[in-house]
């Protein structure tokens, strides 16, 4: 076998599949048709969503755990229930998920971008200190690729403030921070189930707290406005029908049976690729500091320094594809820059502040280098394969930077 990349025609370090998504086998379907067969398909009659309420939050040491539809219905129900009003302000990441900024949209408060930290991808304290009003109400730190964000630094600072902290960890499924399961660090968590995510039922999501009056709120505003004691046509709060399905329940209390051993896999091979990538010139990835005690790697995330390296980041994805190894640079810019920002395309909402915000202003050049020129991405799924399979994906980056000046000839061509 020779040594010339797949690009150019050579052989590929890797022609068999990584782990396929979603993982499933009898035992999820033993819990769907026992549920499909119960008859009772919806939350409020069943027993599937209430055992997984039950089981997830005990996993994550809180008392209170309310499933609903979607992970990003439960970051606006938790907000909801944090009691915040028009013109608050809610401090989010610049690098994350439309959704986290979206959320606060939904629940009529203003967004305040900050940006991460270069390293750890996740929100910089210092910059959210700096980024407080008297109309702040709440930090949502994000536990970005599922590397929990520094929680130390940012209750503090919400301590001090007196902030509400609703963590989003839709990455997060398992991860821990201090040996402290990600979630139930701050006032709440929130977690997603859709397709893509390491605990799935295809979509769904879930909210966790410790805090009895702010799960009643919750609770309520997921269901039509009802409260504990109260009558069925009695609806005390704007408010939905947010409840997640039994049948959802159900494939999440067997895909549960899994989680922990799938999180091992995914922490080790985790740290054995990243000591790997490390040793080559302008690869970064993701810096765990020592707090985090479990990653789940949700994604495993790097930085390609391109000068370092010898090739930019566009043609090290294209020959690391045709490697046989999948891979993306993740978003293609900051979420402030996303359209919707940018042209304040609210909707309903936000419309008594909407003339004072621009988005256009906001400032965040560690997301804007990560997004435009240095971020790759693999996804969760690989990170359940094998030493052998880490090695690959190793081996494919090694092979990459001995052929960097022919990739970046190709990339100049191609200007």
């Not at 210092?126 to 407080?132: K, N, Q, S």
């Not at 805090?211 to 009643?216: F, G, K, N, P």
Request: net charge negative; hydrophobic share 45%; proline share 5%.
């Amino acid at each position: 076998m020779t040594d010339t990349l797949a690009l150019f025609g050579g052989t590929p370090v890797r022609t068999r599949s990584f782990p396929a998504w979603p993982v499933f086998d009898a035992t999820d379907e033993a819990r769907l048709v026992a549920a499909l067969r119960s008859g009772k398909w919806g939350r409020l009659a069943g027993d599937q969503v209430a055992e997984f309420e039950q089981r997830f939050a005990a996993m994550h040491g809180c008392r209170h755990g309310i499933a609903v539809v979607n992970g990003t219905v439960s970051l606006r129900i938790a907000l909801m229930a944090a009691g915040l009003q028009a013109e608050d302000e809610v401090i989010v990441p610049t690098y994350t998920f439309l959704s986290t900024a979206t959320a606060v949209v939904e629940a009529n408060a203003v967004p305040v971008f900050v940006d991460v930290d270069l390293d750890t991808f996740n929100i910089d304290p210092a910059l959210v200190e700096a980024a407080i009003t008297p109309r702040t109400k709440a930090i949502i730190p994000v536990h970005f690729a599922g590397q929990p964000a520094d929680m130390a630094a940012i209750l503090a600072i919400a301590e001090r403030h007196g902030l509400f902290v609703l963590e989003d960890a839709a990455h997060a499924h398992g991860a821990s921070w201090r040996d402290r399961p990600a979630g139930s660090i701050g006032h709440v968590g929130s977690f997603s189930f859709q397709s893509s995510k390491n605990l799935t039922s295809g979509e769904g999501g879930i909210i966790v707290t410790n805090d009895e009056a702010l799960a009643a709120s919750c609770r309520s505003i997921h269901n039509c406005g009802r409260i504990e004691g109260g009558i069925w046509y009695e609806h005390h709060v704007i408010s939905a029908n947010y409840r997640l399905g039994e049948l959802q329940g159900a494939l999440l209390n067997s895909q549960l049976d899994r989680l922990e051993a799938q999180t091992r896999t995914r922490d080790a091979n985790g740290r054995h690729l990243a000591a790997r990538l490390a040793a080559l010139p302008g690869v970064h990835p993701q810096s765990r500091p020592a707090d985090v005690t479990t990653h789940s790697q949700h994604l495993f995330m790097l930085r390609l320094d391109a000068a370092a390296f010898g090739a930019p980041r566009a043609v090290v994805l294209d020959a690391l594809q045709a490697e046989g190894i999948p891979c993306s640079g993740g978003y293609g810019f900051p979420l402030p820059s996303q359209p919707l920002f940018r042209h304040k395309a609210f909707g309903p909402y936000l419309a008594h502040v909407r003339d004072r915000l621009d988005y256009t202003q906001v400032s965040c050049p560690n997301s804007e280098r990560i997004c435009r020129e240095q971020g790759i991405w693999f996804d969760q799924s690989m990170m359940l394969g094998s030493r052998a399979d880490m090695d690959d994906i190793a081996d494919a980056m090694e092979k990459v930077h001995r052929h960097r000046d022919a990739l970046a000839a190709r990339a100049l061509q191609a200007r």
